[in-house]
Nanobody, 128 residues
Framework: QVQLVESGGGEVQAGGSLRLSCAAS????????MGWFRQVPGKEREFVAG????????SYADSGKGRFTISRDNAKNAVYLQMSNLKPEDTALYYC?????????????????????WGQGTQVTVSS
């Protein structure tokens, strides 16, 4: 059974940091592009950050540039999102996703529909 399990969410004050983790199981994700998305009630799921299968290419939404860093450890089948200088508008449910067998090293896809596997999400709440 393919699973993505997020952890590391929580409540933090504005300016604080959190590190989200995503543990993948059920298949090898080393040839997948991995992404983080977030969603708030009443809004569409939005791209936050993505990383190519090799780790050589990353992409960030403008909202997170300079504050968020995505990384992966293929040996551990894991992907991470380090978030710093958090703002109240970062409050959302954060999802880890896998773009199956998308091995481009030049482009990270940013549309949720292009991702094949999803976790259940981890809540991030940033208070002012």
């Amino acid at each position: 059974q393919v699973q993505l399990v997020e952890s590391g969410g929580g409540e933090v004050q504005a300016g604080g940091s959190l590190r989200l983790s995503c543990a993948a199981s059920g298949r090898t994700f080393s040839r997948d592009t991995m992404g983080w998305f977030r969603q708030v009630p009443g809004k569409e799921r939005e791209f936050v950050a993505g990383i190519s299968w090799s780790g050589g290419r990353t992409s960030y939404a403008d909202s997170g540039k300079g504050r968020f860093t995505i990384s992966r450890d293929n040996a551990k089948n894991a992907v991470y999102l380090q978030m710093s200088n958090l703002k109240p508008e970062d409050t959302a449910l954060y999802y880890c996703a896998a773009d199956r067998d998308y091995t481009s090293n030049y482009y990270v896809r940013i549309t949720a529909d292009e991702y094949d596997y999803w976790g259940q999400g981890t809540q991030v709440t940033v208070s002012s």
